[in-house]
């Protein structure tokens, strides 16, 4: 076997032990020869590592990274492919968050018109009159006070009858825009306020509205007993489709030269207006915040690992796949979010540094198509 180059060597041993460590701060001192020959290398060997560790990883599926719109590294396994439709769980809030954009730019909605004007047959004469003021704005953003019917009460929920009015018969337990109280009834229900506004089905809309211009296939997922394409879980994209996604949501709503989704709602989407007791992590309307070292990130989050992570000052889109079918298992959340941390956001630095230097950029395999 042939010995290894010496600076690859040094370079290898400088990276993290564990997905936990965090590099070192640079050193004021000047950079030596060496130092300066291995800065080009940095962003490969950093990205040829979070592959590694991906690949450990016995939940993980997919890793997929594109920076600038061009694919940088890109790995499946466990029978996934870029292809291959996967089960994106609760990330589907975000695809149903860019709908309800589509929608208000369309004037077919409000992000603070009461859902009791759209869905009155739900609120009786006895109905609690903070209830008949929750807004769309406020289900999408888990912040209508209402019950969840998440956690433990989703097996009940999902066997009930009627899965809107069984989210909206629970009880308050804040006021309207109080708290962030996680819920996937609550966007179950903006799915059926969808599906009244616009006059389609959830599905056919998104067929029509993100399907059709970003180019991807969405097929039919779970309906309700009343028909409601399920809101906010369940749909199904491929790797390359959630990348394509992202980039639209990276670029501010454009892709392909079209304005997909208004400039204004994914800023808006990514402001924060409640916090997760779970996770500590801030949501928006359908996107989670937080920061990667230095740079704001937002994401799309499924359960089990289904990632979409979005990093605009790195011109960053990653996204990560994991089994979708498993029990919660504690460990595989926190070393996905430590590839992203740990690798894939320094890669990108060090790569856009790279550029800004005027050494030669790695040339990209591929493109998000």
């Known amino acids: 076997m042939a010995p290894r180059h010496p600076l690859i060597v040094l370079a290898l041993a400088a990276l993290p032990h564990a997905a936990c460590d965090r590099p070192e701060p640079p050193r004021e001192a000047a950079p030596t020869v060496q130092a300066r020959a291995l800065a080009p290398l940095r962003d490969t060997l950093l990205l040829a590592e979070a592959e590694r560790r991906a690949a450990l990883l016995p939940r993980l599926t997919g890793m997929l990274v594109a920076q600038d719109g061009r694919v940088i590294s890109e790995r499946y396994w466990r029978g996934a492919g870029a292809e291959r439709a996967t089960n994106i769980k609760s990330a589907s809030k975000s695809v149903l968050s860019a709908l309800v954009g589509i929608a208000i730019a369309e004037g077919k909605l409000r992000v603070d018109q009461p859902v009791a004007e759209i869905l009155p047959e739900y609120f009786g004469a006895g109905t609690d009159p903070r209830k008949r003021a929750i807004t769309v704005g406020q289900l999408l953003s888990m912040t209508s006070g209402l019950q969840s019917t998440s956690f433990g009460g989703y097996g009940a929920w999902v066997s009930s009858p009627d899965w809107v009015r069984d989210a909206l018969r629970r009880p308050l337990e804040a006021a309207p825009g ?144 994991s089994l979708a079918d498993l029990p919660r298992e504690g460990g595989h959340l926190p070393a996905v979010h430590a590839l992203l941390d740990d690798f894939v956001v320094p890669a990108a630095a060090a790569r856009l540094r790279a550029c800004a230097e005027g050494r030669k950029c790695a040339a990209a395999p591929g493109a998000p198509d």
């Open 178 to 321: 109080e708290r962030m109280i996680y819920s996937t009834g609550s966007t179950h229900v903006v799915s059926a306020v969808l599906t009244r506004a616009t006059g389609a089905s959830t599905w056919a809309y998104a067929a029509r509205a993100l399907g059709e211009p970003l180019g991807i296939r969405i097929r039919p997922w779970q309906r309700d007993p009343q028909g409601i394409f399920f809101g906010g879980n369940d749909m199904y994209l491929t790797p390359r489709a959630m990348l394509r996604f992202g980039e639209l949501y990276r670029n501010g709503g454009v892709y392909g030269g079209r304005q997909v989704v208004p400039r204004s709602w994914v800023a808006a989407s990514m402001e924060p207006r409640g916090r997760s007791d779970y996770s500590g992590f801030d949501y928006g309307y359908g996107w989670w915040t937080k920061r990667s070292g230095e740079y704001p990130v937002f994401f799309a989050w499924g359960y089990g690992g289904q990632f979409i992570f979005v990093v605009p000052e790195l011109r960053l889109t990653a996204v990560f796949t």
